[in-house]
């Protein structure tokens, strides 16, 4: 992904996003921000290096100073064709000169830093020897809500990868199920996701039988069966924005108690939907989904939080869990995918992605939520 991809972001758009992240990092008491090539580095400035490499690129943010990207020499043509270029100085390094004495030279002598969780650890440590009055903090861990609250143009985008995932569940809903291996229908799906214009597909998970059982089965070798209920959970990145769905459809007609617990966990659905509004806390959408749950008697297989944050990347805060305080603010985009798994049986999941409005959600998934029959 090139910044290329994210066409409707402008130079300003960056500026503004990394001022706000200067003023963030000031307000939790951080000297500044080192952002690492990933997910907040394109979200601060488009740029997304084509190949990521042992050569130091690092994003410097302080409040009242120029951001500063540090890249390498032979990189440093790519970084200038970057959306958000124009909003920062380039400060390149030629190989043989020491990275981090270049940084050093931007920063001051002391002072904590956030700094992204997937900078490599050569890099932390090359910094660590190089300014020894610095600390280190993780970014996402004391600016967890940096990215969580999309604005319009985000909210777009987050839309048409949503719409995307439900084109390709309207197709999947229509292939052959029955005597295919697991792994031929996620290769479907992920064909569908790239047809309907995902750059990057994240997961395909078809778990038939048994397998649905395991929230973590991704697929496997298994032929689907008649009378199998099959978890199909699918997304990834369209346009720079995540996409990620889940409904389980049964081969065949379901019997009664397969219907019984698709109906609970669509009730549960249902019930985390509705609690979604702004000033309400992350946890609050997990207990209302969990309460329909409990209440039902199926608690016990009900094994994991009710949902994640979703942006330029599909998992990320804020968390729909037990303890989240996290108040819910209009612009947030997460799942609520409750699911009831029955060990060596059958598994149920049903997610959607909900955006908070001034009022309540928005579904940005709306394909049916009713078991669907395949063939
Ligand atoms: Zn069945
Ligand atoms: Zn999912
Ligand atoms: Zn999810």
């Known amino acids: 992904m090139t910044g290329s991809t994210l066409a409707p972001f402008t130079a300003d758009d960056y500026r503004a996003r990394m001022d706000r992240a200067a003023r963030a990092a000031a307000d939790a008491g951080l000297a500044g921000l080192l952002v690492a090539p990933g997910p907040d580095l394109v979200w601060l400035t488009g740029y997304a290096p084509t190949a990521a490499t042992e050569r130091l690129t690092l994003?410097?943010?302080?409040?009242?100073?120029?951001?500063?990207?540090?890249?390498?020499?032979?990189?440093?043509?790519?970084?200038?064709?970057?959306?958000?270029?124009?909003?920062?100085?380039?400060?390149?390094?030629?190989?043989?000169?020491?990275?981090?004495?270049?940084?050093?030279?931007?920063?001051?002598v002391s002072g904590r830093f956030g700094i992204s969780d997937n900078a490599w650890a050569m890099h932390l440590l090359g910094l660590q020897r190089a300014l020894p009055g610095t600390s280190y903090a993780s970014l996402t861990e004391a600016l967890p809500m940096l990215r969580a609250v999309k604005d319009a143009a985000e909210l777009d985008l987050m839309a048409a990868a949503g719409a995307a995932a439900d084109a390709t569940f309207e197709e999947i809903?229509?292939?052959?199920?029955?005597?295919?291996?697991?792994?031929?229908?996620?290769?479907?799906?992920?064909?569908?996701?790239?047809?309907?214009?995902?750059?990057?597909?994240?997961?395909?998970?078809?778990?038939?039988?048994?397998?649905?059982?395991?929230?973590?089965?991704?697929?496997?070798?298994?032929?689907?069966?008649?009378?199998?209920?099959?978890v199909l959970d699918f997304g990834g990145l369209k346009d720079g924005y995540g996409s990620d769905t889940s409904r389980t459809v049964h081969v065949g007609e379901p019997t009664d108690e397969e219907r019984r617990v698709h109906d609970l966990v669509r009730e549960a659905q249902e019930a985390g939907f509705r609690a979604v509004r702004p000033g309400v806390a992350c946890q609050e959408v997990d207990r209302a989904a969990r309460a329909v749950i409990d209440d039902a008697g199926y608690g016990e297989y009900f094994i994991h939080r009710t949902g994640h944050g979703i942006g330029v990347t599909t998992h990320e805060p804020p968390y729909m869990i037990e303890g989240e305080q996290q108040p819910l603010v209009p612009g947030m985009c997460f799942s609520v995918e409750p699911g009831v798994y029955l060990p060596g049986r059958f598994g149920v999941r049903i997610e959607d992605i909900v955006t908070v409005t001034a009022d309540g959600g928005r579904r940005l998934n709306n394909t049916d939520r009713e078991m669907v029959i395949v063939d």
């Open 59 to 108: 994003l410097v943010l302080a409040q009242g100073r120029a951001p500063v990207l540090v890249v390498p020499t032979l990189e440093a043509p790519d970084a200038a064709e970057a959306a958000g270029a124009p909003a920062l100085n380039l400060r390149d390094w030629t190989d043989g000169k020491d990275p981090y004495a270049a940084t050093a030279a931007l920063l001051d």
């Open 173 to 230: 809903r229509k292939v052959p199920f029955a005597g295919r291996k697991e792994s031929a229908v996620g290769a479907d799906l992920a064909d569908l996701l790239r047809k309907f214009g995902h750059s990057q597909v994240d997961f395909t998970i078809v778990a038939s039988g048994p397998n649905g059982a395991n929230p973590h089965h991704e697929v496997g070798d298994r032929v689907i069966e008649r009378g199998d209920m099959v």
